[in-house]
C-alpha cells in the first residue's frame, strides 16, 4: 500500500527519492545480468580469454567476480542469455522483470526443449519457491536429521546427506566444531 503525499516533507522527499533510486537500481542489475552473460558467451565462444589465459576457468577467476564459485556463476548468466535469450527470443524486459533467480531455474527446462508459454507465464507469477515445485523439485522433504557444517560459510546444512560422501573428512559432525 502507498500512500499518498499532499505536501511531502523533506524527510519523505528524501524517502520517496531512495525508494526510486532502489528500484532503478534494481532494475539495472536486471539487465546486467543479461549483459554479462553475453559478454561471457561470446568470451568463451569466440575464445577470447585464450588471449589472457590458458583455461576458462582461469579466466573467470580472474575477472574476481564477486561469487565463491565463478565458474557456476558463469554458467548461470551463461545459461539464461543463451538458453532462454538466444534460444528462445524471450524479450530483455521480461527476462528482467522476472529476476534471475527465476532464470536460472528455468535452464534446464530451455535446454530439454521443455520451456513452453504455459511455464513461462506461470514462471513470471509464480514465487521462486512454487516455480521450483513447477519445474520438478522436491520440496519439504528434506531429512533434518542429516546435517553438515559447510567448510567454506560455517553454516549449517540440513538434509544434506549428499555432502556427507563428498566431504566427509572435512565436515564436522552437528554440534562439533
Known amino acids: 500500500m502507498t500512500k499518498s503525499l499532499s505536501q511531502p516533507t523533506e524527510a519523505e522527499s528524501i524517502a520517496l527519492q531512495t525508494q526510486q533510486e532502489v528500484k532503478r ?3 539495472l542489475t536486471q ?3 543479461l549483459k554479462i552473460g553475453e559478454l561471457l558467451y561470446k568470451a568463451r565462444e569466440e575464445r577470447h580469454y585464450q588471449y589472457f589465459h590458458t583455461d576458462w576457468l582461469g579466466y573467470l577467476k580472474d575477472l574476481e567476480l564477486p561469487v565463491q564459485n565463478p565458474y557456476s556463476w558463469a554458467s548461470n548468466v ?14 530483455p524486459e521480461e527476462m528482467a522483470q522476472m529476476g534471475i533467480t527465476k532464470l536460472i531455474r528455468l535452464i534446464p527446462a530451455a535446454r530439454k526443449d521443455k520451456l513452453t508459454d504455459d511455464l513461462w507465464t506461470k514462471a ?3 514465487s521462486d519457491l512454487d516455480l521450483r515445485r513447477e519445474v ?4 519439504g522433504d528434506v531429512d533434518t536429521s542429516l546435517s553438515i557444517i559447510c567448510p567454506n560459510c560455517g553454516s549449517e546444512v540440513l538434509g544434506a546427506k549428499w555432502a556427507k560422501g563428498i566431504y566427509a573428512e572435512k565436515i564436522p559432525e552437528r554440534g562439533e566444531k
Open 25 to 27: 537500481l534494481v532494475s
Open 31 to 33: 539487465f546486467s545480468f
Open 136 to 139: 520438478g523439485h522436491k520440496i
Open 78 to 91: 551463461i545459461g539464461v542469455y543463451e538458453q532462454i535469450y538466444l534460444k528462445l527470443n524471450k524479450k
Open 124 to 126: 513470471q507469477t509464480l
